[in-house]
C-alpha cells in the first residue's frame, strides 16, 4: 500500500515562498502520475498541479508563473515551490499519486497524503 507524506506548509506572507514535499513509498514511484490538490475552508478540493511519468507537467491557470512542480525518482519524492504566494493560495495542500491518465483530475488518483496547511497572510 502506497503511503504519502507532505511536508514544508506554514506560514507565509504576501509575495513569499514556500516549498512542499511529497515522499512516497509502498510501490514503485516512476508508475504514478502525481499530483498536488488543495482545499481552502469552505470550498471544494481543486486542483493545482501534476506530473505524469514522462515528466509532463500541469498547472491551474490560478498558480501558473507562480508554481513549479518536480519529482526526484531517485528520492521518491514530489516538490513544489511556490513563489510570489498571494492570500488566495490559503488551503491545506494535499499530494496525490495515481495511475490514471487525466492529470488535472482527482479521480486520477487512488491514494492521498494527509494533508499540510500554507497560510498566507496579507
Known amino acids: 500500500q502506497v503511503q504519502l507524506v507532505e511536508s514544508g506548509g506554514g506560514l507565509a506572507q504576501t509575495g513569499g515562498s514556500l516549498r512542499l514535499s511529497c515522499a512516497v513509498s509502498?510501490?514503485?514511484?516512476?508508475?504514478?502520475?502525481m499530483g498536488w490538490f488543495r482545499q481552502a475552508p469552505g470550498k471544494e478540493r481543486e486542483f493545482v498541479s501534476a506530473?505524469?511519468?514522462?515528466?509532463?507537467?500541469y498547472y491551474a491557470d490560478s498558480v501558473k508563473g507562480r508554481f513549479t512542480i518536480s519529482r526526484d525518482n531517485a528520492k521518491n519524492t514530489m516538490y513544489l515551490q511556490m513563489n510570489n504566494l498571494k492570500p488566495e493560495d490559503t488551503a491545506v495542500y494535499y499530494c496525490?499519486?495515481?495511475?490514471?491518465?487525466?492529470?488535472?483530475?482527482?479521480?486520477?488518483?487512488?491514494?492521498w497524503g494527509q494533508g499540510t496547511p500554507v497560510t498566507v497572510s496579507s
Open positions: 506530473i505524469n511519468r514522462s515528466g509532463d507537467v
Open positions: 509502498g510501490r514503485i514511484f516512476t508508475s504514478y502520475v
Open positions: 496525490s499519486a495515481g495511475y490514471g491518465t487525466r492529470a488535472t483530475y482527482s479521480s486520477s488518483y487512488g491514494s
